[in-house]
């Protein structure tokens, strides 16, 4: 996306995302899994409106396939749930997929920077300068 000309941007880290699924979805189709395959699941996403969201969209409308969203939630960690008991598949960041999921091997780069926006004529208070601070340390 274009950065707005009155803000100012700060990327911090980047952000990758896998498609996921549980076991039980996919139990002995796991080196096969295609988007077509997926299109005719039922997916889990963050709402169309979330940058997520329009990113899977967008992907999947590149390819001319339908998204058969069955649920639409902008909590990760509901999703995850979801998807661990086997009510559909999903995208979500790297870092939140454990041993209840499974990573489905798809050639697909999803990813989107993480950071801050500010705007360069208004004062940070001293607080928000340290929390930015300790946020470009840990990055």
Request: glycine residues 6%; aromatic residues 6%.
């Amino acid at each position: 996306s274009t950065p707005h000309p009155l803000l100012n941007e700060h990327t911090l880290w980047p952000d990758p995302s896998v498609f996921v699924a549980s076991k039980s979805l996919f139990s002995s189709e796991l080196g096969t899994i295609t988007l077509e395959h997926l299109s005719g699941l039922p997916a889990i996403l963050p709402d169309i409106s979330t940058y997520t969201g329009r990113l899977v969209k967008a992907c999947f409308d590149e390819h001319g396939l339908p998204l058969n969203i069955t649920m639409a939630t902008n909590y990760l960690e509901t999703i995850k749930m979801l998807v661990s008991v086997g009510l559909g598949w999903s995208l979500l960041p790297q870092t939140l997929v454990d041993d209840q999921l499974i990573v489905l091997d798809l050639p697909l780069v999803i990813s989107r920077d993480l950071g801050v926006i500010t705007h360069p004529k208004r004062a940070l208070t001293n607080a928000a300068k340290a929390f930015l601070e300790l946020l470009v340390a840990a990055s």
